[in-house]
């Protein structure tokens, strides 16, 4: 299948942005991982919160697909603090 019409593709392409910039918010000390993960499964209605993703995920794997992207599309993908 095309990139864009692979199912795993999609969900790595939209899930990453969320998890990173959840992770910017902690590193930033603008939220805590609780308040930004409550508020995006009360708020948003997101199944569960970017750091329950993260985690489900795995850290490992979170890294190396925002790698991925960061040196696919540039500098608002890159790795943040909290997963260097």
Do not use: N
């Amino acid at each position: 299948p095309q990139k864009g019409a692979d199912r795993d593709w999609l969900v790595t392409r939209i899930s990453m942005p969320v998890i990173r910039e959840a992770m910017v918010l902690v590193d930033d000390e603008i939220a805590s991982k609780d308040d930004i993960d409550k508020a995006m499964v009360l708020g948003a209605s997101f199944p569960e919160g970017p750091f329950a993703m993260a985690e489900r995920i795995g850290m490992d794997k979170v890294k190396t697909e925002l790698t991925k992207l960061h040196e696919e599309l540039g500098e608002c993908y890159s790795v943040p603090k909290m997963l260097q």
